[in-house]
């Protein structure tokens, strides 16, 4: 097992200076799931790993509702972000990749709580069968309408999944608005959200800066990326931070993130970015 330094500073540094200073901002934590099934991923190190066991997140859902979360949407939470006091207790749940799993292990949860959640589907990977990605059986089209019917959002993942950052803009172009307009079609709603694919390219700040026009011109009107924290007044609505979460966070280290203990690892993932920047530019020369 690797060394969870992320979890130990969480939880033993991180934690208890949060609690003395009790300094706390308007920040509505948004989780990000991706796969609820028991998969075997002992060759990834527990940072990087993107699959939750049925048993871990119903114990997760279960501690949200007995602290008394209110699951929101990403457009309340914006509100809310700008208020301490209505923003408390409050989250958002957020899947990536429209995986059939969300269907059979995670819906049933989240309905038995009354909880919400907005999937960001690849569409390219939703058909009127079980598609796969990542090797893993996606929803189909009947199913995510289903789920809709039932109070779950459906955002846009682009339509192939592509790393953005390495597309001209016309790809880009389609990519953003092809995944929304199919939504559309088959939902029949206005699709309002956005998931930025892989690692989000957040010290780029032109490439930033165009994609947010491009969003918003597009019709979207807010978006998560896979930034590690929470968001909080002050950040750019298209681009939201989230809590990364998978099997190996027991309740302990769920908790600690959701009260914004996590927050610190924004900064070594941000330098590790600039780092490889600099590294591929030297590269290029
Ligand atoms: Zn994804």
């Given at each position: 097992?690797?060394?969870?330094i992320?979890?130990?500073?969480t939880?033993y540094?991180v934690?208890?200076l949060r ?5 706390g901002?308007a920040s509505?934590?948004?989780?990000m799931y991706?796969?609820?099934?028991d998969e075997?991923e002992?060759?990834?190190?527990p ?6 066991a049925?048993s871990?997140f ?5 501690s ?5 979360f209110?699951?929101?949407g990403l457009?309340e939470a ?11 207790n409050?989250?958002?749940i957020?899947f990536d990749d429209g ?6 292990n995670?819906f ?8 919400t ?8 990977h939703?058909?009127e069968?079980?598609?796969k990605?990542?090797e893993k ?17 459906f955002g846009?993942?682009t339509?192939?999944h592509p790393q953005?950052?390495d597309?001209d803009?016309h790809?880009i ?7 929304k ?15 930025y694919?892989?690692?989000?390219p957040?010290?780029d700040?032109s490439?930033k ?6 969003l ?5 009107e807010?978006?998560v990326c896979t ?18 979460v998978?099997?190996?966070d027991?309740l302990?280290l769920?908790?600690?993130k959701l009260a914004?203990?996590y927050?610190?690892l924004?900064k070594?993932?941000y ?6 920047n600099?590294?591929?530019a030297g590269?290029h020369?």
């Amino acid at each position: 097992m690797g060394l969870r330094i992320d979890r130990l500073a969480t939880l033993y540094i991180v934690d208890p200076l949060r609690r003395a200073s009790s300094s706390g901002n308007a920040s509505v934590p948004i989780l990000m799931y991706h796969s609820i099934a028991d998969e075997d991923e002992g060759g990834v190190h527990p940072y990087y790993r993107t699959a939750t066991a049925p048993s871990v997140f119903a114990a997760q859902m279960e501690s949200l509702h007995q602290a008394g979360f209110s699951v929101i949407g990403l457009a309340e939470a914006i509100r809310r972000s700008t208020a301490p006091e209505a923003a408390k207790n409050s989250v958002v749940i957020t899947f990536d990749d429209g995986f059939r799993n969300f269907y059979s292990n995670a819906f049933p949860v989240l309905n038995r709580y009354g909880f919400t959640a907005t999937m960001f589907l690849p569409t390219a990977h939703i058909g009127e069968s079980h598609l796969k990605f990542k090797e893993k059986e996606c929803l189909s089209w009947a199913e995510v309408k289903e789920l809709h019917r039932h109070g779950i959002s459906f955002g846009s993942h682009t339509v192939t999944h592509p790393q953005l950052h390495d597309c001209d803009a016309h790809s880009i172009q389609k990519e953003i608005t092809g995944s929304k307009h199919t939504i559309e079609q088959e939902l029949g709603c206005a699709v309002q959200s956005f998931s930025y694919p892989y690692a989000f390219p957040e010290v780029d700040a032109s490439f930033k800066r165009n994609l947010r026009e491009q969003l918003r011109q597009a019709g979207y009107e807010n978006g998560v990326c896979t930034t590690v924290g929470r968001p909080g007044p002050s950040s750019d609505p298209f681009f939201l931070k989230r809590l990364p979460v998978n099997s190996d966070d027991d309740l302990q280290l769920f908790r600690a993130k959701l009260a914004g203990s996590y927050d610190w690892l924004a900064k070594p993932q941000y330098l590790a970015k600039m780092a490889k920047n600099w590294v591929n530019a030297g590269a290029h020369q």
